[in-house]
């Protein structure tokens, strides 16, 4: 069993207007110290073993559909977990 | 200047519809590998250095404005990060 952590977040070139709003919100909170808030998609996803590689599984995944490669990025980790 | 990173997700005992139907896509796409998906937001947040502590700050922040207590949890983690 592995354990999947995905990040997506929109590439540093592409304006957040959702961030921009909730650091706004953020700000008439009363905490001026935020400077920027970029949001993003996280997903964790357990992933059974197989015969397949889970790297190119994952990325397969994220490429069609988790994440719209035209304007976001994205990034993974993999843990192996113990059977219990 | 602290670069914070939020999750947010829902509670285990809350189910996620959404991690649900992206599962059942994927398993469409022929990963019957994946046992289960759910989905968080993500939040990059820099603060710049102040009087308060980060910590305080991004607690309440989440707790009011990022995440839905009732049905969601987080977690954060903060990087301290020079100035250049």
């Not at 069993?1 to 995905?6: E, H, L, S, W």
């Not at 920027?36 to 015969?51: H, L, M, P, S, W």
Request: hydrophobic content about 40%; charged content about 30%.
């Amino acid at each position: 069993m592995y354990f999947v952590k995905v990040y997506v977040t929109y590439k540093e070139s592409v304006l957040d207007p959702q961030g921009q709003a909730v650091k706004g919100a953020v700000h008439r909170m009363g905490y001026e110290e935020i400077d920027e808030i970029r949001i993003g998609k996280y997903f964790e996803i357990k992933v059974a073993k197989g015969d397949r590689p889970v790297e190119e599984m994952i990325e397969n995944i994220c490429d069609k559909l988790l994440a719209n490669v035209n304007m976001e990025t994205y990034r993974y980790e993999i843990t192996a977990m113990e059977e219990v």
